[in-house]
């Protein structure tokens, strides 16, 4: 059974290589589902690393309807991919009214062409998923990474038997595997697991620090975006 560990920093990847994994996927920000990393974080890692690595194509948190800008900033974090030679890209972007988004989904397949294409959790917001199976098998995505549309993978394992038994690209339980439960998904009959396997490290005391952690930008059905009117508000007082 494959086991793909989801790593957040140079350490990580190091560190499930040395454990036995068999690939990762390299993202950042951990905390809100994952982002695209950063392509120095990349390079260090295709050095230090023998085993496959996947990149995340993701350019925020939030949703997975992008806008035509963000659309070409993942296409040109495909690029980049290519230039870096990663094994694979792990991305996936849905409409509106939470359907596969075929026509841009494919374009993403294809200029990562001889690229292993992971659809990501954007499935677990699909409306139909048999549907999005069959829409994703055509356009030639090789797995499917998915908790079975529940919280967790483990509450989500009988979609995910159903779903391996309707398709021939690799459903990936995803989403609070552990050893606590790892067994489940290989006696399910499934072909891949994925997790980050985290624990925190370098703990700091930040009793008397104000945080930096902000909250109001933690919101997932909404994009923070610069506001050009209250930008040049400022700029009209200061300067």
């Known amino acids: 059974m ?41 390079e260090m890692v295709k050095k230090q690393l023998t085993i496959p690595v996947h990149l995340l194509i993701r350019p925020r948190s939030g949703h997975f309807t992008y806008s035509d800008m963000e659309f070409e900033v993942m296409k040109a974090d495909i690029e980049k991919c290519r230039e ?24 993403l397949v294809e200029l990562g062409e001889g690229l292993h294409f992971t659809f990501h959790r954007a499935f677990d917001w699909v409306m139909n998923p048999e549907l999005a199976l069959r829409q ?38 995803g989403g609070g595997v552990s050893s606590k439960n790892a067994s489940m998904f290989k006696e399910a009959g499934l072909r891949a697991l994925h997790l980050s396997g985290t624990h925190f490290v370098n703990s700091l005391d930040l009793r008397n620090n104000i945080s930096m952690n902000s909250s109001k930008h933690w919101v997932e059905n909404k994009v923070p975006q610069t506001d050009e009117a209250l930008v040049h508000q400022v700029v009209q007082i200061v300067k």
């Open 136 to 173: 994703l098998e055509e356009i030639g995505a090789s797995t499917v990474l998915t908790s079975g549309t529940f919280e967790s993978a483990a509450s989500g394992i009988q979609n995910l038997k159903k779903w391996q038994d309707q398709t021939e690209m690799t459903i990936m339980a």
């Open 84 to 107: 870096l030679g990663v094994d694979g890209i792990v991305s996936g972007i849905l409409k509106a009214d939470f359907t596969l988004d075929v026509e841009r989904t494919k374009a």
């Open 2 to 42: 494959l086991v793909e560990v989801c790593a957040n920093s140079l350490e990580s990847a190091i560190s499930a290589q040395k454990a036995g994994a068999d690939r990762i996927e390299l993202c950042s920000e951990l905390s809100v589902g994952g982002v695209t990393p950063s392509f120095g974080l990349l």
